[in-house]
């Protein structure tokens, strides 16, 4: 709703250094040892007009809804971080509610909102685990019927 919206863009606003330390230690599954570093340089990106116009937009008839989801055809598979805490229980519920029968959606435990800094090569293994099964199984439509691979 519009409450939990404004609540959600509200985390990035930033406006001091604490809450962008807050904000980069819900980014990952464990405190990064830089964590200083990339909040002061997030809390700077955050802070051009041009980021920021961009946050300012978000309105909840921009955001997906269940059709965006549920008509997708071609193969899909949602790589989530478990302790992900950008994200809210809410969002995952989405994705989980109104992906396609077909789709997978892989919840990693130990690995946060940025996947490609906490746990690279179990990002690599699931992109590339993908990869092999679109490869080698036949694609499924919505409708549940197989299709042969091309």
């Known amino acids: ?44 990106q955050f802070r051009r007009s041009r980021v920021r116009a961009v946050v300012r937009s978000f309105r909840r008839d921009s955001m997906l809804v269940p059709s965006d989801l549920s008509g997708l055809a071609m193969p899909v598979e949602v790589l989530w971080g ?9 969002h995952l519920r989405f994705w989980r509610t109104h992906l396609p029968r077909h789709a997978r959606l892989a919840v990693h435990d130990r690995v946060g909102h940025v996947p490609h800094m906490d746990s690279l090569p179990q990002l690599v293994a699931g992109i590339e685990g993908f990869v092999q099964r679109v490869a ?7 409708d549940s019927r197989a299709v042969p691979a091309a």
Do not use: I, K
């Not at 939990?4 to 819900?26: C, K, M, N, P, W």
């Not at 478990?82 to 809410?90: H, S």
């Open 1 to 44: 709703d519009d409450h939990e919206l404004s609540e959600f863009l509200e985390r990035f606003a930033l406006r001091t250094h604490g809450e962008a330390l807050r904000f980069v230690d819900d980014l990952f599954h464990q405190p990064h040892r830089f964590r200083h570093a990339l909040a002061w340089g997030t809390r700077q």
């Open 82 to 90: 478990g302790a992900d805490r950008v994200l809210t229980p809410a």
């Open 136 to 142: 080698t199984e036949p694609a499924v439509r919505p």
